[in-house]
């Protein structure tokens, strides 16, 4: 069989000898039409045939993208990423997997060592720093020492797989967040191994993973299931995508950020319906974007619902490269291949895309985001009026301003410092006056603490936070954002007192450059210090609200909000206590927090008033673009780069004194509520049966559109009382030492017991929000779990039922093992997003959807009736037909058709199997 079928093999020319690449080239000289296919498109046809096996991937599949067209597709092709990046949240249970991967492969007799990675994994600790402490210079330092009180142990099972596994490597903690560390030190553009070069690629247990796309590297999250079937030297088959093509035109005006244009296009995008598809970014517009603004839009791939972003590589790629210390043979490289290889960005009107959207950057308008969803646009002129609308219609609340509160003389009073208490030791909420007015039917809560009086009411902001990977690596916000606290400091301007601050930047990049400045004294003197290096409030790790203000909130149920220049703000992601949370650009964010609260109009009422009575607008205090960029032209250079880069993987004094073991099998211990062996593997059988029908399920959950994943999945904070706080308690464990969900996913028993716990998940099976339902046969409501422990001791199989975008949002893999662990074996849902349905699969969940214009509700489905699936023994094949039935408990039935979402036949071998691991075991212990 031969490694070349097309003969396209040719050599390269570079430093470093001659290399061999696959040539699109030469393909183009055989008469194939590479110059209109998408440069992403091109980049797959590139992976195939060089990796083309004749096995895993076939002419066939090659001849499948070769024949790219710009209509749907329902083939699938092959993937095999050059790498993979990991952050420690979904990193700890993919390593677990692997590590039990070998226990059981030991059990079965075979060599532990034979189990590695089989292509280099970087995995990145930024997931498990949590704002316990703000607003001061010791900030930092003391969440960095809470951070490792909480997580050593999970951080020594990382050291040990560094030490035990081939191909894998760890930043540790502190060093910055995945996305930004990937944007400006891993990828590279163009790969050189093995005498070959070709086209740097990943993929990354972290939907934000298309980030790196801004730099020219075709990547998209999956979850950790699929990522390690790609360790383990597994294609990744999907659907082969259509390309829309977003045409940019014009410029952004002045006054607008790379945020404003990028929640822009987040929602036009949720608008196109571009799920499952890659978007290209092409036309004059794309001139005026540098790398970091191009990796904002890129970021929130994700939030529009696709695969990838593109931006090609061009000379603006390879200046972000010179910039960020990348060498002068490695950008070379880049610039030779490309441009031998038809990857470099020309003749983009030669290109056929599926459709093409069109965005004018002039149109573009300062904008924010929510309150719960990022496609939820809101131009910040609109924002007053629009919050008003939205407190009626989400909250049933009526929106009184301001001025007809009488509380206007409450603001300000008092001291204007933060009270220097412990957040979490109580003592703030016991010393706290806090009193309930009433005017015209509405609460104001009003908080006296030591010397200091102000009013909460519904919209007051008790989170500002300037975090997340979207734009901390864009460097033209985050300057902006200093010379906004700069000015404001100017104008004798503060932060309000009941405003939670902080600064979370992705690298320390960001630090020094700020320093630099002189901007970061400016930012602290607002309270805005930094808090650590890693994913904080966009993530769910905002830390405990000060506890008079936890206090008022949870005594009068106020709706407060947040605001962040981050990703993600789903319903209890930031913070289980604010109900409102807005996406902003990190400029804004400082400016709502010297407000206090989003009931305002910034375009025409003050920021607040100077030492003088004077009042301070928002154009007073905005940047201009020549002020930003001076300043960057100054502060911002690659020695920054080199020195911060140079010692990534070294770890600070902490990380260096930790102790692992060096076993090549980790010894499991019974006591460790952190790191559990995983049980999806435990004696499993070498022979694969063929699946059964489902009979007679019960409906654990009927759920409503737009379910997430932070519904579906634990994560965030929990309480003694859930089923995951009663167990760590059982165990020994006390409340203050539960940590998140997050730091627990090596545990599958805490997992398991927090999948669909989510506070605010509506399940119209039971009366309460939160994780709870109906035990059918009783009609006894409890949570979710011990259902599901009731409905399995008896062996009743289950059954989830949902609308719209099912599994939207982060790409977390608890969320597919956790609803295995359940004991749910099918989903039936009208519409599913792309990571999640896979990863259902990946755990031999079985994914159905039902037929066009088809419903729960439309077909007259309550959730309590006992469902038959048939048509799964008689075989599969890729998205056939399954006749489902419903049977009422007055025994009648509604009988309908559902579509098996198993998309590709590799994707039905994983079902038969039980899940890809299997999958993937199983080939092992065979050879």
Known sequence: MSKDPYKVIKQLQTSSGKLDYWSLEALKEQGHAIEKLPFSIRILLENALRNFDDFAITKENVETILNWKPGKSDKDIPYKPARVLMQDFTG?????????????????????????????????????????????????KKNVDVEYERNGERYQFLKWAQKSFDNFSVVPPGMGICHQVNLEYLALGVIARDGQVFPDTLVGTDSHTPMVNGIGVVGWGVGGIEAEAAILGQPIYFILPEVVGLKLTGKLPIGTTATDMVLTITELLRRQSVVGKFVEVFGPGLDSLSVPDRATISNMSPEFGCTVTYFPIDDRTLDYMAKTNRSEEQIKLVEDYCK???????????????????????????????????????????????FGQLLQEVHGREYIPLAKRDVGRWYGEGGSSQPTVDSGSGKAADQAEIETKIKDGLKTVVVKLHNEKFALHDGSIVIAAITSCTNTS????????????????????????WVKTSLAPGSKVVTDYLQNAGLLEDLEALRFHVVGYGCTSCIGNSGPLPRHIAKAVEENDLVVASVLSGNRNFEARVHPQVKMNYLMSPMLVVAYALVGRVDVDLNNEPLGYDPNLEPVYLKDIWPSQEEIVDILSTVLSPQ???????????????????????DKVYQWSDDSTYIKEAPFFKGISKEVYEPNDIHSAHVLLKLGDSITTDHISPAGSFSPHSPAGRYLLDKGVESSNFNSYGSRRGNDEVMVRGTFANVRIKNQLSDQEGGFTTYIPTGEEMSVYDASQKYQQEGKPLIVLAGKEYGSGSSRDWAAKGTSLLGIKAVIAESYERIHRSNLVGMGVLPLQYTEGKSADKLGLTGKESISITGISEGLSPQKVLRASAKRPDGSTIDFEVIARLDSAIEIEYYKNGGILHYVLRQFLEK
């Open 474 to 497: 864009n460097p033209s916000v985050m300057v902006g954002a200093g010379l906004m606290a700069k000015k404001a400091r100017q104008r004798g301007l503060d932060v309000k007192p």
């Open 92 to 140: 700890v249970p993919a390593v677990v997997d692997i590590a039990s991967l070998r226990a059981e492969a030991v059990r079965k007799g075979k060599d532990p060592n034979k189990i590695n990675p089989l292509i280099p994994v970087d995995l990145v600790v930024d997931h498990s720093v949590q704002v316990d402490f703000f607003g001061t210079n010791y900030s930092y």
């Open 340 to 386: 031998a290889n038809m990857l470099w960005r020309k003749d983009e009107s030669a290109i056929n895309y599926s459709t093409v959207v069109e965005l004018n950057l002039d149109t573009v308008e300062p904008t924010v985001s929510g309150p719960k969803r990022p496609q939820d646009k809101i131009l910040l002129r609109e924002f007053k009026d629009k």
């Open 640 to 662: 920054d780069f080199k020195k911060n880069y140079g010692e990534i993987f070294e770890g600070n004094d902490q990380w260096k004194s930790l102790t692992a073991p060096s």
